[in-house]
């Protein structure tokens, strides 16, 4: 095993001894906590390491502390998915300071983001589909500890869209509507809350996002809160956490970016070309959630079987002699 | 000639020697099928008997509310003189009420009172809860060597079993929120009261018991004249200690939705907001170490005349 | 002693073995091999291999033995604190070991108490809650019996400790407590394992003198149990002694001491002084007639032909020794005191040691006299001389 790697090794280093590969070097890719950005996270380190000959290291990261980390210390150097509406502002300063890079749209629709309501209950009473039927209805959504009030599944605490979406709670008034801005405290707990309903075909009222498994599995219905999308106002406003009037609007939706450090840009232009050509649309990317969730795949095993299943998509992203040596990889899966 | 019988074996395996070097797995799509059963059935289980299990579960959820609310509700000053209260009635030290003054003023100055009072809320069903079900376990383990050899690697389990493992199946079953949070807790922070109650009995001198059956003790006079009062400062120490991991778990629980002081550490990790972790941090610890040294000045004063005797 | 009384407790063919399979090693137990090596081939503990014995109402019935011989085992069957391996425990004809779990806790709660080694006292309990303890299980109410566990407390010599805690109290104290404890419930049988053991050697003379003073009122079974034969020789009607689990000799102190039945009894009873270690009681010869008479004309119509002489009682007591020579030298008008020989009476109780003096001082044998005055028996020199004298 051992000789053998190191024999490929050299092989490769002799094959390919121009000086873009040589100076990729170490590279950090942030592995966030959700499906789409681990498998993206995967792919990313996959193409790297054996059609750029970069040495990647996949790090644990979250939205905030991973755009924090990369404009303070410079690392790590990738964050393939990021939800810039979150951390507009630190983004921009650090677009600013030239210390960050937007390479490309991760997501090229962009992330949809919004209040979302189970399908059955819409197909029940048609009214349900908007804010002002949800109001109404308020009753129709109690709230487990406290049948008074109706409950309303925020986003987790530490999460961009926790201010967001308490801005939007606060300008839809749902409160004196009775309801109340519960926090789900973990990622895990807004999706066990949801699958839970689900599968008994309860109510629910909630902030989610697509794409995500959850919503490729059970079809919900994003609530129009009838004003459409204001994008300034969201961006100077509703995703501030000083935002002291904030105003209804649809959430425009949230671009995706591949960012990188402005020192990985310069570093390995050749590999930075490739973040920015990395792009998935939303109906490809539900298609792959979904074969996560049904196969119960992390990030790893679905990179992989990515790179095995779908060469129509990322042969687009590489040039023709990447591809030839991620072919050779992929043999020896 | 080093290598040779690596050769041998080699040939004594020709067919596929890769099992010396990689561990023979099971493969990739039996596995999966396997997770896959055992994921769906769990999801059938779920959907037929979730609701009753929630109603199970529903007086506890009314109690804890309620005791939440009377803890919210009440006028902070009456709490905190019921409280104190309590605390002098246990400990009988004024050093110890104020001290505890000092801890829920500074609480409260800071903007953490009704978080505390919810943290204090479940932390104090969490214990009874603990208490309640632990001890009968803890005798019942004391009494028989084969209930204890069941029930001590469950006890390991409980305690080194990531939290996160059975939060979410529970989550799927109860929903996020207060339940959930409490049995969580308690399945971390129960160990150590069962544990310590059945060393306590089992530590119980002999003699001392031998005489209680020759007097003609029944059973029952034996287990609650005797072995559990004999037992009890080593039951006082396991209660203290659940109390403590039941405190340690309140960052945990809040990530699924229990109100409380975790929920603004849980923030604070997230936004790296570190002055609002520490505050938030620091009412915890105050919180233990009024339980800790509460619970043990209590214990310490109810066994005051059993110092020196075999079983201390 | 009196060996007409009726048996109280019969043990038949008591074994017990410590192990996991005592079944199983029974049978090579029955057949004789020695403890070492039942332990060494097996891994089981031989406590206990063929009792018999049988115990005697009312009396004080000694176990005794070295260190590991078996004596806490073999007192813990007689309430069945440990059951045995095989064999029958019958008290009163009855064999507890067929009683319902119901019935064996009347059993305990009625008939027998218990001193332990180690006192076994309830530190959680005050030492009046602890001497009350038999009766409050039997669930009679505190203030029934506290003026019962006060009047023993008292009889122990601890009255005012009622609200301490054992833990406050000496362990001399804390065994007289244990004491109290097991007189409070007025059971028939007393078992007491190494009561005293713990005592200083003054206090433990002082407790066994209190023993046999309550015994001479009580009349109780006891079953005492000690590694020490200077206190089995002094409180024990009869003796039993253990060695290894087995039972090597039964018999009265003087049985002991003079027909020792093997080395291990004999290195025993060499090491005794005996005039220190028999009490009058060991070697007193019970059931003397009296003389009762106030005046000489009473002495000589009632005095018993076949005695050369008889102790003289009249409404207040002993007055002393009245020979046949005497009588016949008296008219009627002679005080009957005046002519009395004063012969000192002695205690069943008393050292062998205290009386050997009053002996050698007269050519009579000794009256022996119980606390209320009455006579019960007499002491002979010459039996005295033949206690004394090594064999
Ligand atoms: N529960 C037990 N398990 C195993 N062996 C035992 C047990 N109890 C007693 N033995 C053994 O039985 C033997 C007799 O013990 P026992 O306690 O009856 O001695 P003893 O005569 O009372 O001694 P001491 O004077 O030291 O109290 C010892 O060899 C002891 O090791
Ligand atoms: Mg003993």
């Known amino acids: 095993m051992y000789s053998k790697s190191l024999i490929a090794g050299v092989f490769t280093l002799a094959a390919t001894s121009s000086f873009a590969a040589s100076s990729c070097g170490k590279v950090e890719i942030a592995d966030m906590n959700w499906n789409s950005a681990s498998f993206m996270a995967n792919v990313d380190k996959f193409i790297l390491d054996h059609g750029y000959d970069c040495d990647a290291e996949l790090v644990p990261g ?65 009214s349900l589909a908007t804010i002002q039927g949800i109001i109404k209805h308020a009753k129709e959504f109690p709230n487990p500890e406290n049948s008074a009030i109706s409950a309303f599944y925020g986003c987790p605490a530490g999460w961009g869209c926790q201010i967001s979406g308490g801005n939007l709670f606060t300008a839809l008034n749902l409160k004196e509507a009775g309801f109340e801005l519960i926090d789900p405290g973990s990622a895990a707990g807004l999706s066990g809350s949801l699958s839970r309903a689900y599968e008994r075909q309860q109510p629910w009222f909630g902030y989610y996002w697509a794409p995500t498994a959850i919503l490729g599995k059970y079809p919900m219905v994003k609530v129009d809160f009838g004003s459409g999308v204001d994008k300034e106002h969201y961006m100077k406003c509703i995703s501030n956490n000083s935002c002291l009037d904030p105003k209804v609007t649809m959430y425009p939706p949230s671009p995706v970016y591949s960012i990188t450090t402005t020192e990985f840009e310069k570093r390995a232009p050749q590999a930075y070309a490739y973040t920015v050509n990395r792009s998935f649309t939303n109906a490809q990317m539900n298609t792959l959630l979904a074969w996560m969730e049904d196969n119960q795949a992390d990030g790893e095993y679905a990179a992989e079987n990515f790179m095995l299943n779908h060469e129509e998509i990322w042969s687009k992203w590489v040039s023709n002699d990447v591809k030839a040596k991620l072919d050779k990889a992929i043999d020896n899966l | 000639m080093a290598q040779y019988p690596v050769l041998l074996f080699e040939i004594l395996f020709m067919i596929d020697s890769s099992w010396l070097t990689e561990f023979p797995d099971m493969s990739r799509r039996d596995l999966l099928a396997i997770r896959q059963t055992l994921d769906g059935a769990y999801r059938t289980f779920s959907r037929a008997y979730g609701q009753s299990i929630e109603d199970f579960f529903n007086p506890l959820l009314h109690f804890l509310i309620w005791f939440e609310n009377l803890l919210i509700q009440t006028p902070w000053w009456i709490v905190l003189i019921a409280i104190i209260g309590l605390v002098y009635a246990a400990t009988r030290s004024w050093k110890l009420c104020t001290g505890v003054l000092i801890s829920f003023l500074a609480i409260g100055y800071f903007g953490m009172w009704e978080d ?14 603990s208490i309640c079900i632990g001890i009968p376990i803890g005798i019942l383990m004391a009494g028989s060597d084969r209930a204890r050899s069941i029930i001590t690697p469950l006890l390991d389990i409980m305690q080194t079993m990531p939290a996160f493992v059975y939060l979410i199946p529970v989550v799927m079953l109860l929903g996020i929120g207060k339940i959930p949070g409490v049995i969580a807790v308690v399945i971390y922070a129960i160990p150590p009261v069962i544990r310590l109650t059945n060393l306590g009995i089992r530590l ?35 209660i203290n200690q659940t109390i403590m991991m039941a405190l340690a778990m309140v960052v945990v629980a809040s ?51 059993m110092e020196g005797s075999d079983n201390g | 002693m009196d060996n007409n009384r009726e048996n109280l407790i019969e043990i038949e063919g008591l074994y017990q073995i410590f192990g996991e399979q005592p079944d199983d090693v029974l049978p090579k137990v029955k057949a004789g091999a020695s403890k070492e090596d039942v332990l060494a081939e097996t891994g089981h503990t031989v406590g206990l291999r063929d009792i018999n014995l049988t115990v005697k109402r009312g009396e004080i019935f000694v176990i005794m033995g070295l260190s590991g011989s078996g004596k806490s085992t073999l007192i813990r069957h007689f309430n069945r604190l440990i059951d045995p391996t095989a064999g029958k425990i019958k008290v009163e004809g009855e064999n507890i070991m067929e009683l319902s779990p119901k019935d064996l806790i009347t059993f305990r709660r009625h008939k027998m108490a218990m001193v332990f080694q180690h006192f076994g006292l309830m530190p959680h309990r005050s030492v009046l809650d602890n001497v009350g303890y038999g009766l409050s299980i039997k669930g009679e109410k505190k203030t029934d019996w506290t003026p019962k566990a006060t009047q023993w407390l008292d009889t122990v010599g601890l009255s005012g400790y009622e609200e301490q805690y054992p833990s406050q109290l000496s362990g001399g104290q804390q065994q007289r407590v244990g004491l109290a404890r097991a007189l409070c419930t007025d059971a028939e049988i007393l078992l007491m394992d190494e009561a005293f053991s713990a005592l200083d050697p003054l206090i433990r003379s002082e407790m066994q003198e209190q023993l046999i003073e309550l015994q001479e009122n009580l009349h109780k079974t006891i079953i005492f149990i000690t590694h020490d034969l200077d206190e089995a020789l002094r409180l024990g009607d009869r003796i039993a002694v253990l060695k290894d689990g087995k039972l090597v000799q039964i018999g009265t102190p003087v049985d002991i001491m003079l027909h020792p039945a093997d080395d291990y009894v004999k290195a025993f009873a060499s090491d005794v002084n005996r005039a220190r270690a028999l009490s009058v009681q060991t070697v007193m010869t019970a059931n003397t007639e009296k003389l009762e008479a106030n005046s000489v004309a009473e002495a000589k119509a009632n005095f018993p032909q076949d005695k050369e002489y008889a102790f003289v009682f009249n409404s207040e007591g002993y007055q002393g020794v009245l020979s046949k020579q005497q009588i016949a030298t008296l008219n009627d008008e002679n005080s009957l005191k005046e002519v009395l020989h004063p012969v000192p009476s002695v205690r069943k109780a008393n050292l062998l040691q205290k009386v050997i003096p009053l002996s050698l001082n007269t050519r009579f044998d000794l009256p022996v006299v119980n606390k209320a005055g009455e006579l019960t028996g007499r002491l002979e020199a010459r039996k005295l001389a033949d206690v004394l004298s090594p064999d």
């Not at chain 1, 991973?66 to 630190?90: F, R, Y």
């Not at chain 1, 677009?95 to 399908?119: C, H, Q």
């Not at chain 2, 002999?206 to 037992?231: C, D, H, M, N, S």
């Not at chain 2, 002055?275 to 109810?302: C, E, H, M, P």
Request: charged residues 20%; positive net charge.
């Open chain 2, 116 to 129: 505390t009072m919810r943290t204090l809320s479940i932390i104090t069903v969490c214990t009874i809860l």
């Open chain 1, 62 to 126: 979250d939205t905030m502390p991973t755009s924090t980390s990369m404009i303070e210390k410079g690392q790590p150097d990738i964050a393939p998915e990021m939800w810039t509406n979150a951390v507009s502002e630190l983004i921009e300063r650090g677009v600013k300071e030239k210390r960050l890079s937007i390479a490309g749209k991760s997501l090229s629709d962009g992330g949809e983001e919004g209040f979302w309501v189970p399908k059955y209950m819409v197909d029940k009473d048609p």
């Open chain 2, 204 to 238: 119980v001198n002999k003699e001392t018991l031998e005489a209680a059956t020759a007097y003609g003790a029944t059973a029952t006079q034996r287990l609650f004249g005797v072995q559990i009062p004999l037992a009890m400062p080593t039951i006082m120490a396991g």
């Open chain 2, 255 to 305: 990530m699924i939705g229990v109100k409380g002081l975790g929920q603004p550490v849980l923030k604070s990790i997230t936004n790296q907001y570190f002055t609002l972790g520490l505050l938030n941090g620091l009412a915890i610890v105050a919180l233990a170490i009024i339980f800790d040294r509460v619970s043990q000045t209590y214990a310490k004063r109810a066994q005051r005349h």
